[in-house]
RNA sequence: GCCGAGGUGGCGGAAUGGCUUACGCGGCGGUCUCAAAAACCGUUGAGGGCAACCUCGUGUGGGUUCGACUCCCACCCUCGGCACCA
């Protein structure tokens, strides 16, 4: 007979909600602890993504709720989005009623598994009263200098029709749909996320508790750059042609200098060359090239020479001026500084068009002194040759030294670039939040006053899927008032990327009904920053760095006194079947809830923590589920192996020891996110008490049912309430284990003969070394062993092992 | 190329420098039963031996150590991020 699991978790569900005990208010005398998992996108069904994900917060946050913390731990919907008019289109239904039935559906599935949310804080992103605050801090920004609209070469996906940011666009490709990414020149919208890049970078450093390899990528994606913007001279005009470098070290063995073939000086300097013609076609030919297989790895570099020359500024030397596709108009400067000798690229290239090498910095231990002797580029470290008074200096000193006399004679200066962008936030979409702007023909750019949010997302529009923003089609929408000269004016019709919504939405939860602000700053002071924040890997970059710009801003606003938003980050691995990713497209999906409906939400819980740890990918396996549910029919089982009269049974040390044991580990394994190791530790105390049913297992038992408590709820709870507790389980104290029980009298100690096992005795605890010694050399199983031979050294880790040294 | 994570039984995975493989899955055997399922109990790294037991075994090769999955060096492979980044 299995557990009655569907009418048990019903039942408190049911109660839960009606007893409202995950419902919470600041408690200045209390620990707070703010608990968030990524909110989820309603896309219909949750899957298994979301219920690991969600599986792994909810331990987190009932286990510090029975630890005695006031806990937050609230859940919503990242609602706006493309995925809303798609479905539109499909299914001829409007993208607000697709939206909220999914939410619909989301919720019921999540109250389904159990998970303990404040459910009075519920939001979703695309209810007037939250993306009126998208708008308000669209605005403050703007007054801030920081939100600006500009002509620019924007990434674009044709088939979603819409721009995307840079960080949307993965391996040249639309991140949502996966077409191809091309350029187009458009007004847009921007976020000067830039102005904050320094405390980005900084501020990684106070994430002691994120994982290394998010901080990397987000290293990685700031790019922090440090080298020296070198002026050359254009040989006819005296023009400055500036170049950036990293390798200001080999600035003496610079050759030959490369344009991009977009860079503006090109057409300039050609002009009456013989090469001229040939120029252009060149360039007319690359700009043709699709930008992804430019940048491909491998493929030849091709370039041409100008037919004009440039003046190296640290010799004077004339040097010939090349344009080449593998030099990019995006980054530094558009041109660089060629130094074959010291650099793999230029190093190809110059052996394809013949360009002369000079070697500047000779590698310790090498005898290359001749270019021609050189197979590759010597990239590495070495001594100054060939550069003037840096001679003899290591390259590493000739860094500093070069920089700062060019700096001082006026031929350069130190730079700093970075790969980071403006993040660029309008989308021709229906789906978002309006951009709060209006253009008037007198007055121009005016954002809409305050006082008028929100601007509402019309109700009524066609989404045809074909070209342009939605909005512009809406008349109603479109034409209205200047908020200055009250002449007609006509509304900004992009809204804004979703990623505006989830950048702040952590603080929204705090007083998600609150009308005045976005967020009452007297609750956000209570419960900010999040304690533990939840979610998958592929967020590591654009919404993790979104929120903290967003925090600093807000910082800067007054509004905050802190400037990261999560102090701890846990981010999960992916759920696999058959080694692949679930996913829709791959038709791999298992769905969560015919699972629920098998074997309860209490077994699927059970089952995706026991897997895998939770940052590291799992494996989808039927049979271990069977295995998960089995286990809790026979915890549920222990309730009846409790004899009536259990003082008639004898009490049981070695049991209690166990016990304790067990309560010691599973703590420490819960505190630290080792739900895997905590559940096989819960597991072995089950195994225990059924070795010992003929004495009182009801202490063990209640252990049993509070450490699983997080885990399973359902479960513990009904046991809980069978076990004669009035209160919710809950509302207990998580126990304490005692160290006394943990001290044990005789221990079993291993006897190494040259670091091999060869014995193990049973000795008491205090048992003095010399006592020790008598009892091994008397061990009959080491007599083969050591035969006549000499004992060198007698090595005792003290309760643990001895190894003899013969 | 740079950066990060990882490589342990048939499988998922455990292991503050000290018994490799906890816990679970799967397999094998038993108890109960007319029988089966369920449950409960036992067993399960490979090779050798009648047996006590022995040898080998944490990607590869070295090193440090009384002792290395763990620390150091070199390399191979897998996954992830960045990248003609000047």
Redesign the pocket.
Known sequence: ??YPFKKIEEKWQRKWLRKKIFQVKPQPQRKKYYLLEMFPYPSGKIHMGHVRNYSIGDVAARFKMMQGYNVLHPIGFDAFGQPAENAALKNKVHPQAWTMNCIDWMRRELKQMGFAYDWEREISTCLQEYYRWNQWIFLKMYEKGLVYKKEAVVNWCPDCETTLA??EV??GKCWRCKNEVVQKDLEQWFIKITAYKQRLLEDLDKLKYW???V???Q???L?K?E??QIYFKLKQTQEIIP??????DTIFGATYL?L?PEHPLVKKIIKGNPQEKEVLEFIDKVSKESKIL?????????GIFTGSYAINPVNNEQIPIWV????????????????PAH????F?FAQEHNLPMRIVIQAPGSRIQTPNQMTEAC?GPGIQVNSGQFDGLTNEQAKIKIAAWMEEVGIGKSQV???LRDWLISRQRYWGTPIPIVYCDRCGIVPVPEDDLPVKLPQKVKISGCGGSPLSYVDSFVRTKCPKCHSRARRETDTMATFIDSSWYFLRFCSPRFTQYPFDKQEVAYWMPVDQYIGG??H??MHLLYSRFFTKFLRDLGLLDFDEPFIRLLTQ?MVLKDGEVMSKSRGNIVDPDPIIKKYGADTLRLYIL????P?????W?Q??I??????L??VW?MLTLIPKKSKSKTFNPGLEKRMHKTIKEVTR?LESF?L??A??????L??EI??N?NTDITAAVKTVVILLAPIAPHLAEEMWLRLGHKESIFKTNWPKYEARFLEEEVI?M?I?I?????S?IEVPVDINEDRLKEIVLADK?LK??IQERPI??F?L?PK??V?L?I
């Open positions: 007979m299995n840079n960080e993965i391996d994982p290394e390899r901080i990397t990528m290293k990685n994606w790019g750059s080298g020296v170049v950036f470098t990293t390798r200001q490369v991009a430019r940048l491909a790895c491998g493929v030849k570099k091709e080449a596709d593998y030099v990019l108009l995006e980054y530094g400067t558009g041109a660089i500084m060629a130094v650099d793999q690229r230029d190809l990239e670039y970075w790969r890997i592929e590591a970059i691995g026991f897997a895998a740890p940052e590291v990918e799992m494996e396996s049979q271990n069977e295995g998960a549910f089995r286990f029919n026979r089982r394994d080792k895997n190791t559940i096989s530790r819960i597991m072995e089950v195994n059924y070795q049913l079993t291993v190494q040259n670091g091999k096992l060869r193990k199983k083969p062993w060198k050294n090595i880790v643990k092992l190894n040294v």
